[in-house]
């Protein structure tokens, strides 16, 4: 059990590993850091946390002090600031880890940050969400038979690692272990790019004269497809610029996969449609099919 936590970020992502470890009896007190009074005074009155420790400005020696572990679930462009403000306050006992879903940049943000302390800081990555946000949103179960990818730095000591992943255990989730620069690009891929894909035609659609037709037939199809378009937009903007080069590779495959099958489609070839449409299809139920065994399939065969 820990003593004591202190998470930056008491919504969704924060606020939920809060609720998770409270359940779980894994910790004696959590105390919520952020920007906003409210959402810190609606942590305390939801129980998510114990004590608001304040703003940026609040005595940090005092926050810190004695403290097991403190996460980081603010935006990823936060980063470097949060840490650099806790830096001179870190007491060796302290492991820091955080919730990004870009790693490249916050493994660069702990090096420029906290120098000699950097083997203090367990970089992670908590695969799960939702699309509500701040701590009203925030769920026992978010975490539970989730994945989290811990990316460990060369520093880190291997109990130091294991305090970190114990914590996240204890909020239900299983473990994964990257590289910053392997988590990068897959996520690139499978998180990233829907991302931007689902806010792209949302706002397309919104802003076309008749959208208030578009959307009053928009059904479930519609639905499923952008319901990741209501997550944050400030969370979302700094992940996108995080990883912006790993995005832009994919972004750029999608778009090579567009042309083609608008060609087709120009060229009114169905058999190169439907050979597109079910190697998606087939790739997709080997994963829905993976999920519900939990194994990992080896990459499907292209067969256009």
């Known amino acids: 059990m820990m003593n004591k936590v202190v998470i930056f970020g008491v919504g969704l992502i924060g606020g939920s ?21 409210a959402s810190l005074a609606r942590a305390l009155e939801l129980g998510i946390i114990d004590e608001i420790g304040g703003n940026m400005a609040h005595d940090l020696a005092g926050v810190l002090a004695d403290a097991d572990l403190v996460l980081l679930a603010a935006p990823v462009a936060q980063t470097g600031a949060i840490l650099a403000s806790i830096a001179p306050h870190l007491q060796p006992g302290t492991i820091v880890t955080d919730a990004g879903s870009t790693k490249s940049d916050v493994v660069a943000a702990a090096h420029a940050a906290l120098g ?11 695969i799960a969400g939702r699309e509500t946000n701040g701590p009203d949103a925030a769920i026992i179960d978010l975490y539970q038979g989730k994945k989290v990818v811990l990316t460990p730095l ?35 891929a499978v998180s ?3 991302h931007l894909l689902a806010f792209a035609l949302v706002d397309d659609i919104a802003n076309k004269p008749h959208a208030g037709l578009l959307f009053q037939y928009a059904a479930s199809g519609f639905r499923d497809f952008t319901r990741i378009a209501g997550s944050s937009p400030e969370m979302w903007r700094d992940i996108s610029l995080a990883n912006q080069p790993a995005l832009l590779h994919e972004l750029d495959a999608y ?21 597109v449409y079910a190697n998606a299809q087939h790739a ?11 194994e990992v399939p080896a990459p499907a065969a292209p067969t256009h």
């Open 17 to 37: 590993f809060a609720r998770a470890l409270k359940h779980a009896g894994a910790v004696g007190t959590v105390v919520g850091m952020g920007r906003s009074p």
């Open 255 to 275: 778009l090579a996969q567009l042309t083609v099958l608008r060609a087709h489609l120009a060229a009114n070839d169905g058999a190169a449609i439907e050979r």
């Open 116 to 126: 000699s302390k950097v083997a203090q800081f367990v970089p992670g990555h908590p």
């Open 192 to 194: 990233h790019l829907p």
């Open 284 to 294: 997709r139920q080997q994963w829905t099919e993976a999920i519900e065994t939990a």
């Open 154 to 188: 060369a520093e880190n000591a291997a109990d130091d690692v294991a305090l970190v992943a114990a914590a996240w255990r204890a909020c239900g989730a299983i473990l994964h272990t990257l590289t910053p620069e392997e988590h990068d690009k897959v996520f690139a």
